[in-house]
Structures are given as C-alpha cells and as structure tokens.
C-alpha cells in the first residue's frame, strides 16, 4: 500500500475543504430536487465557467501533462485538453450524484460496449475474471451500467480516500463522508485492506465474479519498475499476481464518456499460470503499460490521475531508491 | 502439535522465507497475520498451495483472511475438509 504523510503535516483547513464538504452536502441535497436532465444540462452550461475559473487546476493538469508525455504530439492544443478535462471531472462528479436516478435503457441506447464477448470467454472458464484499467473518469458509471446489465463487476477501492489536497479537517470528516459516499454508489467493493484484499479478491474470483483493478496507482505491496512514456517508473503487480496464482484470466477494459454515453471497450483475455521471476513478470507487465500508453495518448482528458498527484501515483524509480536508502 | 498445522508452518516458512525468529514467533504464537513479511497475496499463495497438497478446495465462504491468518483454525479446517473430501 502506499504510504501517506501524516495528517499533523497538514494544515488545519484548506479551501478543498470547504469545497468538498459543500459537494458531499449541499450540493447532493441540491441535485437530489432537481430532474437528472435539468441537472446534466446546468452542468454543461457551467463547465466552461468553471474551467476558467479553476485557472490554478488547469496549470497543474498542464504541468502533469508536460510531465509525463514531455514535447510529445497529442494532435491537439494541451490548453483545449486541459478545458476537456475540467468539463468532464465536473461532468463525472455530477454523474456520482445522479447515477441511481439515471435512465438505464436511455443510458444503453445511447452507449457501446464493444468485446462484451471477450469478457463473457472470460467468465465461461470459470475462475472469475480479472478486469484490469486505468483511472478513467467514466469507470464508475461505466460498471454501473454493466452491474445493471447483468455483469457483477466489484471494484477494489481503498474504504477511505486519503486526499493530499485536503487539510486534517477534510481527511478526518469530508474524506470519510465522501468514502461512505463512494461506497454507496459503487454498489459492491473489496476494500483494498492491507493484509485481506488478496483473500477478499480471491474469494470474488472463487464465486466466479469479474473484479475490477486499476494498474495505474501503486496500490500494492510488490511495485516492479518499468518504463512509461520513456521514464523509468514504480507499477503494482498485485493483479498480475494473483493471475498467476488464481489462473483467473485478465481482462483490459476502457471506459470512456458520460452519462449522455458511454463507450466501454474489453479485450481479449490473457491467462498466466506459475509465479514469474523477475523478467517474465516485466515481459507480462509491459503490454499492460504499452496499452495504458496508447489510452491516454487517445484519451488524456479522460484520466482523472492529472488531478490526484501524478508523482506520488507513479513514483519514479530514482525516488523510490532514495526513499529506501534513507530508511 | 497436530500434523498437518506443522505441514502448514513448514509451509509458509518456506513459502516467505522467514529468518529463525520470525519462524520461532509463528511457531508459538500460530498467527500468520501477525507477521509483517506475510501479505495478503502470499496468503493467498498459501492456500492454493493448501488445495493443491491436500487436495481440497476452500469454499468461497471460507476464504476468509481471519481463518488463514489463524493457523490452528486453518489445520482444523484442512483436516475437516480432507476428512470429508
């Protein structure tokens, strides 16, 4: 698990705060009177507001993406980007508030689901499916309609959000509030407890359910260094892990969209049986990276983790062996 | 001590690779949770391993990280599985 700083590093109170709290309460009390449509279109309307008003939000996306895919050509300008994503984080976070007042066969005629196939091969083997993604910001609508189309598909999410951007006020009552939150919509979740989520996981896999995990957040014990966009950077192998042991098959899968439409894409599914030494764990690893690569040079203003601490979330190798030799 | 809660100890020393204190602590104490070298993958690992050696199968309902992690309760569960396997 990562660790976090300690929350007396923090400062008492932050503006995040204040504006967490006033999503988690007046805001969700707010949406809760009003019709899902009238909601979807005030959000649109405001979106471009709020881009420009988040003038300090825009410039910290833009530095993460200069960070991470350097001079590289996205065929398209990094502001129009930057403006596409604060459209749809806000869009996203509306879509948590509405989501169980959605229109399910509206939300399916307008969606595509593309190699549903391959997660149903997955599942016909019998051993649960793996269904491996990044931190896209259609994910959790995205298992909602496959939960409502008959796929039990859990997420393995931490119970408590720690938040880096949230003072020790926010962490001890906001972030808690919001976890209940979050677990209240993602419907079915292993919590990712250090010392129980591999069993809780396997026992999911043993009912033969689809478990979701994100590879894009050093959320596990065993990190194994890889290159990403040509730097060197620290990635959990938990689900790899437990391919190998449980003989669960792998799924990729995007999501992409909102709750005007979604577009979910599965691949093929990949089976990996006996625990890999250190070289065939970095060969089974690579094409998961390699695809991870391509959906955000596809995707940049769908990945939420521009947002959350691109650094701490893929630690550089260097840093990591500091941090080891210092300890 | 019952035979298979020493298989399981030998197990799991040799699966994690634990020094000789570490083992001497598990040895007494029985609590594989307690140990911070053992994580919730390698517990995982140790019960695949389990079915494979004594041919049975933990129960969706039984794979519980409690029992696992409890060594006295997992041998009682091996034996009782075996038993009526």
Known sequence: MAKHPPLKSLPWLRLHDIAAWIYIYPVRALVRLLPVNVTCWLVERLAPLYALVRVDLARSIRNAMTYLFMDRDLGRPKDR??????????????????????????????????????????????????????????????????????????????????????????????????????????????????????????RKLREN???????????????????????????????????????????R?????????????????????????????????????????????EYPEEWEIWSRGLGRRLGLRKNREKNERNT | MSETRETILNMVCEQVGLDEEASKTLRSRGRLDELTAVDSLLMVDLVISLEERFGIRFEPADIDPELVGDISRLADYVDKAVRES
């Open chain 1, 81 to 202: 980007i930057v403006r596409e994503w604060i459209r749809r984080d806000l869009r996203k976070a509306v879509d948590d508030l509405v989501m169980h007042r959605l229109d399910i066969s509206a939300l399916r005629e307008h969606s595509t689901i593309e190699g549903l196939h391959h997660l149903d091969d997955a599942l016909a083997r019998g051993r649960g499916v793996l269904v491996v993604s990044g931190h896209f910001h259609a994910n959790r609508l995205s298992k909602f309609l496959l939960r409502r189309s008959g796929y039990s598909i859990v997420s393995v999410r931490n119970p408590v959000p720690y938040s880096a951007g949230l003072g020790r006020l926010g962490n001890w009552f906001v972030a808690p509030a919001y976890g209940r939150f979050l677990s209240r919509i993602v419907e079915d979740e292993v919590p990712a407890t250090p010392g129980k989520v591999g069993m809780l996981v396997l």
């Open chain 1, 209 to 251: 359910r689809i478990v979701n995990m994100h590879i894009d957040v050093r959320l596990a014990t065993e990190c194994i260094p890889m290159p990403f966009f040509g730097v060197e950077r620290l990635f959990p192998v938990g689900f790899l892990r437990l391919a190998e042991t449980t003989g669960a098959p792998l799924v």
């Open chain 1, 253 to 297: 899968m995007l999501c992409t969209g909102d709750s005007s439409g979604l577009h979910i894409r599965f691949e093929e599914p990949v089976c990996f049986s006996g625990r890999s030494g250190p070289d065939e764990l970095q060969a089974r690893m690579r094409p998961f990276l390699e695809r991870l690569e391509a959906w955000l040079t």
